[in-house]
């Protein structure tokens, strides 16, 4: 009321009525486009998001996602009070837990990093030779914003994730490209502890200032591979630490506080005991592979709820898109093997002849998760 006031102090009469309604017309205006302009540019993507009429001005300005990489549900969220009291307890409580939550697709690293980050399941190389097929949330982003490669990052304990820095898409390769630290020091480096990437993490938050950042924390997989039940379950709690420390570090800091929005999931599970080899591998679509859950943290969501309903991974890119206010094409690249993939799972075992695919025109599947908004 008191801008109104300030709008038509000095009017009178039939101007004044005039220019009085012409000045709420023009609020009213900006409001709702604001709402609009949010659902708008969602359908636009192709994906489904709340009703505009029910949503307010979304407050996130920078999105952080955290990938485990390779725990079973059982260990990091069904049994979480015990290896992850942060995530089950005070984490979870300030935000939303979808427990119904999937790989649905190829469940090995760099198939599910790559559905997160492009919203497409592909069968993709193992071993970091082959780009994903369509360009990702990073690369749509820094097109979308205009900023330079520093307000995107890939931080990364495994080096072979460099590869989503890029897309094969001829249109998109080579542009757009988001900042990376992954492993040792790049390709074919090696793997690094997650307690060294945690510390690159938050020295590139507090040096760059980005508003996009994926991490990836590998140490349950590789743990897991190596047949180490003990170090498996403690590279859980590790990282369930870690999260914690991450998230106090983006409350605490100004440029974060109150603006950014965390997103906590896997990239797959690992065999449900009895199922192939068990536990130390993964790579099928059995339920232990395919369950994985997404905790979600920020200032547009709702707090200490469970939703009931199905999601998948390619559903987050469609989130972070609506988070930020960028368009994703809804026509994407889906990649078809010419031949059947085998070998695929494992980081430490052969993976095959790498496999050559066929592009075909695909309307994306993922969608907004809309539930998780207020």
Known sequence: ?????????????????????????????????????????????????????????????????????????????????????????????EGVFASDFYNDGYTYTNAGHAALTTGVNQAIDNYGNELPANPSIFQYYLKASGKPATAAWVVA???????????????????????????????????????????????????HRPSLMLLNFMEPDGYAHAGNWANYVRGIARNDRYIKQLWDFLKKDPFYKDKTTLLVTSDHGRHLDGVAEGWPEHGDHCAGCEHIGLLAIGPDFKKGRKLKSRYTLVDIAPTVAYLLQFRMDSVVFEPVPVAAVAGIAADTVAVGVQQKTLLKGATRKGNVISELFR
Request: with cysteine.
């Open 157 to 207: 304990s495994k080096d072979k994730l460099d590869i989503l820095g890029d897309t094969r898409h001829p249109e998109w390769q080579g542009t757009y490209q988001p900042s990376l630290n992954c492993g040792v020091n790049g390709p074919n480096t090696g793997y690094r502890m997650d307690s060294l990437t945690l510390m690159e993490a938050k020295r590139i938050l507090a040096t």
């Open 1 to 93: 009321m008191r801008i109104i006031s300030r709008g038509i102090r000095g009017l009178s009469g039939a101007a004044s009525m005039i220019q009085f309604l012409l000045f709420i017309a023009r609020a009213f205006t900006y409001r709702t486009s604001q709402l609009w302009g949010i659902s708008l540019l969602a359908s636009a993507c192709g994906v489904h998001t709340p009703d505009s009429g029910d949503v307010e001005p979304l407050r996130t300005e920078h999105v952080i996602l955290v990938v485990i990489d390779g725990p079973r549900y059982s260990e990091l969220w069904a049994d979480s009070a015990e290896l992850a009291p942060n995530l089950s307890g005070k984490l979870m409580q």
